[in-house]
């Protein structure tokens, strides 16, 4: 891998740091309690990586979990909350530093961060740091994964056959099919649909593919118009019934692994790189995008 990008050789340590990540999680003691009411926030993929986490948590009976773009965070006093969780990469941007300036001192905050050495460690009550996964390539693919997989194994879940599955995955021949195909609709359900969210925005990053996504349920309220032959329907975790025979009238190609959706997502990190290098575009500095965004402060009056 001499002259492999540093999308490539990032998503190719996902097993190693899932399985670091992993053994923090389960330690840590500075992520909310169960029974806490808990705000979720991020911006890109690491507010899909907060939807994923809220559906986790909630839908294990761990307490109300809502999760929030930054920039569209309602945290107000009357809504309860007992705690907020960050996440961010870079700890520089805008809106989630707005967001933890805003709530400092009335509601608790522990920010998962890929640099400690920012802005956001200062802002934050608690911090836990992953420099582990910090990356170079501008487009996310393992800080995502291993905040999640440290979230997944604080509410208590067994990751081994996660990483097991990604590895497997980062094995696997790619299917040609998914590198030309003309457009990607991405679903899932509960914790998955967040996946599907960030697949999507994958693809998208890396290689400027035209793709979409929604809640599985959703896909037959319209979106299904999209579908057809040299399409792909992927869906995250288990198909709702008779989606797949829906898709497959449509003539696009449906997708379903029984794997752990999180090794999924990497074989969309996969299929998103061999489509940069298909259309000659470098991942590791997508078009119009930055490590992180940054705002300026607005001018005193
Ligand atoms: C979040 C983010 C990335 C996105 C883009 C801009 O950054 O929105 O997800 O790919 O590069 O920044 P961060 O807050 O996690 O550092």
Not at 6 to 21: C, F
């Amino acid at each position: 891998m001499n002259d492999a990008s540093y999308m490539e050789q990032e998503l190719h340590s996902q097993p190693g740091t899932w399985q670091e990540a992993a053994r923090i999680g389960a330690a840590v003691g500075s992520l909310p309690a169960a029974g806490q009411r808990v705000a979720v926030i991020g911006c890109g993929t690491s507010w899909f990586m907060a939807q994923s986490y809220a559906a986790l948590r909630e839908g294990a009976g761990l307490g109300v979990t809502d999760p929030f773009a930054a920039s569209e965070a309602f945290l107000g006093g009357d809504r309860g909350y007992d705690a907020v969780v960050a996440i961010t990469r870079s700890g520089t941007t805008t809106e989630v530093l707005r967001v933890l300036d805003a709530v400092k001192g009335r509601i608790p905050t522990v920010t998962i961060i890929g640099d400690p050495e920012t802005p956001a460690t200062a802002l934050s009550d608690e911090t836990i740091a992953l420099p582990f996964a910090d990356e170079k390539s501008v487009v996310q693919t393992r800080f995502a994964t291993t905040a999640l997989t440290l979230l997944r194994a604080h509410l208590g879940e067994d990751v081994s056959q996660a990483v097991a599955d990604a590895r497997e995955v980062l094995a696997a021949p790619l299917d040609k099919e998914w590198v030309d195909a003309e457009q990607f609709s991405f679903l899932g359900t509960g914790w998955t649909f967040g996946l599907a969210n960030e697949a999507a925005l994958k693809m998208r990053e890396a290689s400027q593919s035209w793709t979409e996504s929604y809640p599985a349920m959703e896909y037959r309220h319209g979106p299904i118009a999209i579908a057809a032959p040299g399409r792909v329907t992927w869906l995250f975790g288990r198909a709702p019934e008779g989606l797949e025979a829906d898709v497959v009238r449509t003539g696009a190609r449906f997708v379903c692994h029984a794997r752990d959706p999180l090794a999924d997502l990497v074989l969309v990190q996969r299929v998103a790189l061999e489509r940069a290098r298909a259309r000659g575009l470098d991942p590791d500095n997508p078009r119009s995008l930055t490590r992180s965004v940054m705002l300026e402060a607005p001018a005193a009056s």
